[in-house]
């Protein structure tokens, strides 16, 4: 069974950045597409980011031109580098295996943004 653990998160000021990490374990990694998810207190869970397996990638409009989503398949990692944030950004954040989150959910990695 595949595990995701996401890393990263925290508190940051309004226009300010931070990188986060979801670690996958598995050794199918590299054929998969993966994606980042975010979830706002009493909101729903909604795709925010995605990278194909070879590279190509996809996002939401609300984070488009501020995230950007990579891949490093030697260390079975896809990353999200958040830039220019804002307070509306505070979510916990997940990844997943494509758009369509087939495995289990890990435990998310809280971000919070200050105004």
């Known amino acids: 069974q595949v595990q995701l653990v996401e890393s990263g998160g925290g508190l940051v000021q309004a226009g300010g950045s931070l990188r986060l990490s979801c670690a996958a374990s598995?050794?199918?990694?590299?054929?998969?597409?993966m994606g980042w998810f975010r979830q706002a207190p009493g909101k729903r869970r909604d795709f925010i980011a995605s990278i194909t397996s070879d590279g190509s990638t996809n996002y939401a409009d609300s984070v488009k031109g501020r995230f950007t989503i990579s891949r490093d398949n030697a260390k079975n990692t896809v990353y999200l580098q958040m830039n220019s944030l804002k307070p509306e950004d505070t979510a916990v954040y997940y990844c997943?295996?494509?758009?369509?989150?087939?495995?289990?959910w890990g435990q998310g990695t809280q971000v919070t943004v200050s105004s």
């Open positions: 997943n295996r494509g758009v369509v989150a087939s495995l289990p």
């Open positions: 598995g050794s199918n990694f590299r054929f998969n597409a």
